[in-house]
């Protein structure tokens, strides 16, 4: 617990392996980079944990607030909270609409909103930190095995490269994005 990585939820997310899979299959190759970029922003994460830790510092906002005054750091403070308001309240949204359409459900997905969210906030007052440790544990397992499910069981769905190369028109295979996609 005293070394200074951080841990590996900070970087990945549980949707990461469908997220990726779903942006390679709409863009093409180029769309790794979504992931890669993760690569060469782990470091900074390595370098920043134990600056916080020596400066005796948990969140940006009290850094903002150290640096740029309490005016600043109550609007980060303000603009972070509307974002992860709209953010959760997305993947929330999201996650609803995957369950209902998986399992049938009769219910409205606002009704699975609603429950999932009750379920998380008695989880997390429950369990503390020591529930998030767990979770992160088992969701980064999860997520490097799934990651790994996912080649094979997509490379046989596709018929192999020739399977791929025969129905993808050749720019699906190019590492830069496409011209007319994205916002370079």
């Not at 997220?19 to 709409?26: I, M, N, T």
Request: hydrophobic letters at 50%; one cysteine or more.
């Amino acid at each position: 617990m005293g070394d200074d990585r951080p841990e590996f939820s900070v970087g990945t997310h549980a949707e990461m392996p469908v997220a990726l899979a779903g942006a390679v299959y709409s863009v093409g190759a180029s769309a790794i980079w979504y992931q890669w970029k993760n690569l060469f922003i782990t470091p900074l994460y390595w370098i920043m944990a134990p600056v916080f830790r020596r400066i005796r510092r948990t969140s940006m906002a009290e850094f903002t607030e150290d640096r740029y005054g309490r005016f600043m750091g109550t609007i980060y403070i303000v603009f972070a909270v509307c974002f992860f308001i709209i953010e959760t309240g997305g993947l929330l949204k999201g996650a609803g609409k995957v369950i209902s359409q998986a399992t049938g459900a009769t219910t409205g997905v606002n009704d699975i909103v609603a429950a999932m969210t009750v379920m998380f906030i008695l989880y997390s007052f429950v369990g503390g930190l020591v529930a998030s440790a767990w979770t992160d544990l088992v969701q980064g397992f999860l997520i490097i095995v799934l990651s790994f499910m996912l080649i094979p069981l997509g490379w046989h769905a596709v018929g192999g490269l020739a399977g791929m190369k025969a129905s993808l028109p050749a720019s699906n295979f190019s590492l830069s994005t496409p011209s007319g996609i994205g916002p370079w």
